[in-house]
């Protein structure tokens, strides 16, 4: 190594050893801009604290923390740098909201569709995420969700009119959740069928 490349490094470690001491002293001029870090400090302390509770599509963070009058472009920082490590990514957060709200609360395709859309998702990765649920999957949780609603049916109802109002609320249970109506009519008089054989 020459005395030329010699002091050349010398100078770049000396250079360097300065930056790290202005910066731990607060004087840095501009290699390192201690308002900014400290700005993003906070958005990242409220983002975490958000993720925390739960997983977030970006746009729902975005939005919680723009609501929280922090400034838009360092709230896209601290999301690119939280991208950019795996703790926020649209695509795991659909995936995981479809499997959870459709197994847990037997929620239809459809309804979960228009959950993502309004948390910012992207139509392909909505439909990618809504691909874990097949017509076999949907109709199985319909039937589940009509069976528990139909199991608080305590006697054999009366007359047609009393069927017909336990065969409406069977229906209501499963409407909003988005199933069809012609599906929703159709299992609900199944299970307060059974139910009714049950109670017999």
Same mark, same amino acid.
């Given at each position: 190594?020459?005395?030329?490349?010699?002091?050349?490094?010398?100078e770049k470690l000396d250079q360097l050893r300065r930056a790290l001491e202005e910066y731990a002293s607060g004087d840095t001029p501009g290699l390192f801009d201690h308002e900014a870090?400290?700005?993003?400090?906070?958005?990242?302390?409220?983002?975490?604290?958000?993720?925390?509770?739960? /997983? @977030?599509?970006?746009? !729902?963070?975005?939005? $919680?923390? &723009?609501?929280?009058?922090?400034?838009? =472009?360092?709230?896209? %920082?601290?999301?690119?740098?939280?991208?950019?490590?795996?703790?926020?990514?649209?695509?795991?957060?659909?995936?995981e909201w479809v499997r959870q709200r459709h197994a847990r609360r037997g929620k239809s395709a459809?309804?979960?569709?228009?959950?993502?859309?309004?948390?910012?998702?992207?139509?392909?990765?909505?439909?990618?995420?809504?691909?874990?649920?097949?017509?076999?999957?949907?109709?199985?949780? /319909? @039937?589940?969700?009509? !069976?528990?609603?139909? $199991?608080? &049916?305590?006697?054999?109802?009366?007359? =047609?009119?009393?069927? %017909?109002?336990?065969?409406?609320?069977?229906?209501?249970?499963?409407?909003?959740?988005?199933?069809?109506?012609?599906?929703?009519?159709?299992?609900?008089?199944?299970?307060?069928?059974?139910?009714?054989?049950?109670?017999?």
């Open positions: 190594m020459s005395v030329h490349q010699t002091e050349t490094q010398q870090e400290a700005a993003k400090a906070a958005v990242r302390k409220r983002a975490l604290g958000l993720l925390d509770q739960r /997983a @977030r599509s970006r746009h !729902e963070l975005r939005t $919680r923390l &723009i609501d929280a009058e922090f400034d838009p =472009r360092v709230v896209d %920082d601290v999301l690119d740098d939280l991208a950019g490590v795996g703790l926020l990514d649209d695509r795991t957060f659909a995936h459809r309804v979960l569709d228009m959950e993502l859309k309004d948390k910012g998702v992207e139509p392909g990765i909505r439909a990618d995420a809504l691909d874990q649920i097949d017509s076999a999957d949907e109709e199985s949780t /319909a @039937r589940t969700v009509a !069976e528990k609603k139909a $199991r608080t &049916i305590r006697k054999v109802p009366g007359d =047609r009119a009393e069927s %017909d109002k336990q065969l409406r609320r069977i229906v209501g249970v499963l409407a909003r959740r988005g199933y069809p109506q012609g599906m929703s009519l159709r299992i609900a008089r199944e299970v307060l069928d059974e139910r009714v054989t049950a109670l017999q």
